[in-house]
């Protein structure tokens, strides 16, 4: 079983840019797929990115595509989220999700394993 803590969020201004990272443990950490995901206040929580296991494939959510790059070191347990031209609309909480599902995942079932999330703020 892997554990992942998120870290990254913060505040920061209409267009600017953060990178947010995941650190996983306890578990191989190659041998999971991972996702970003994201929740606003009042709103599902919502898919805006997926890397396999080898980092053969990434997928993101069309809306979000060409801002957002999804990453990862399996030298270092971590898979990070880059963050570009961010908008207010970007305003949420952020989660690292694992997944031991062979293949492109993009939905919330798809992942047993999450962080405790990392607020993002992007002021206007």
């Known amino acids: 079983q892997v554990q992942l803590v998120e870290s990254g969020g913060g505040l920061v201004q209409a267009g600017g840019s953060l990178r947010l990272s995941c650190a996983a443990s306890g578990s191989i950490f190659s041998s999971y797929g991972l996702g970003w995901f994201r929740q606003a206040p009042g709103k599902e929580r919502e898919f805006i990115a997926t890397?396999?296991?080898?980092?053969?494939?990434?997928y993101y959510a069309d809306s979000l595509k060409g801002r957002f790059t999804i990453s990862r070191d399996n030298a270092k347990n971590t898979v990070y989220l880059q963050m570009n031209s961010l908008k207010p609309e970007d305003t949420a909480v952020y989660y690292c999700?694992?997944?031991?599902?062979?293949?492109?995942?993009?939905?919330?079932?798809?992942?047993?394993?999450w962080g405790q999330g990392t607020q993002v703020t992007v002021s206007s």
């Open positions: 890397i396999t296991r080898y980092a053969a494939y990434t």
């Open positions: 999700a694992a997944t031991r599902i062979v293949g492109v995942r993009t939905t919330v079932s798809d992942y047993a394993y």
